[in-house]
């Protein structure tokens, strides 16, 4: 929970009508460039996820608005929203350094 990762992903949800809205992507006009960031400072359903995740693995999960952002809307994200991401773990950098040398 600690340690920071870096990853490519998708994050979307699905407007009333059933479309899909992409709110970020490390694709596209990022032109696939990776992103690090701390575990802990991402929604709690990002970061359990990522904690069960291998580097290397790519998985496609849903996030529940309470594991999300809940009440509180985001520039792009309205409040009570089920969120949806793609996500491919590139590289765990941990907090402690040398944690993960033995």
Same mark, same amino acid.
């Given at each position: 929970?600690?340690?920071?990762?870096?990853?490519? @992903?998708?994050?979307? @949800?699905?407007?009333k009508?059933?479309?899909? @809205?992409?709110?970020?992507?490390?694709?596209?006009?990022? !032109?696939?460039? /990776?992103?690090s960031?701390?575990?802990?400072?991402?929604?709690?359903?990002?970061?359990?996820?990522?904690?069960?995740?291998?580097?290397?693995?790519?998985?496609?999960?849903?996030i529940?608005?309470?594991?999300?952002?809940? /009440?509180?809307?985001?520039?792009?994200?309205?409040? @009570?929203?089920?969120?949806?991401?793609?996500? &491919?773990?590139?590289?765990?950098?941990?907090? !402690?350094?040398?944690?993960?040398? &033995?």
């Amino acid at each position: 929970f600690t340690d920071s990762v870096t990853v490519r @992903y998708t994050g979307w @949800y699905l407007l009333k009508d059933g479309t899909k @809205y992409t709110f970020d992507t490390t694709e596209g006009d990022y !032109n696939g460039v /990776a992103r690090s960031f701390s575990v802990g400072g991402t929604v709690d359903g990002f970061s359990t996820m990522l904690q069960h995740m291998t580097v290397g693995q790519q998985v496609e999960f849903c996030i529940p608005q309470r594991l999300g952002y809940g /009440a509180t809307a985001q520039s792009s994200i309205p409040a @009570y929203t089920t969120l949806w991401f793609r996500v &491919k773990l590139l590289k765990i950098i941990p907090s !402690n350094k040398g944690e993960w040398d &033995k």
